[in-house]
């Protein structure tokens, strides 16, 4: 069971949160103060948020080497970001004009 939560988080980061929130929603209450935080977690940053539902457990929080994994989300969130970026232009069948 773990090896498909962790290939169903490398795939579909979006997805997996949407089911944890659904089938545990006091845990990310419990992480969350408000639903807006994870509401624009899912659709802007969605690795960050699953790592951050993940790694804050409620008595403990983040701490120590969790953030070495925050870091590690939000740099897969903005190179998601960058590529998307940079591929932008190209459409099947169009040539480049610069």
Partial sequence: MGCLLALMGAFAPRLLFL????ARPAYVDAVFDTFIWPLLGLIFLP?????????????V????FDWFWIVIAVLLDLSHYAGAYGQREQFPGRTSTA
């Fill in 47 to 59: 690795f960050t948020s699953l790592m951050w539902v993940l790694l804050d457990a409620p008595p």
């Fill in 61 to 64: 929080g983040v701490h120590g």
């Fill in 19 to 22: 089911i944890i929130w659904i």
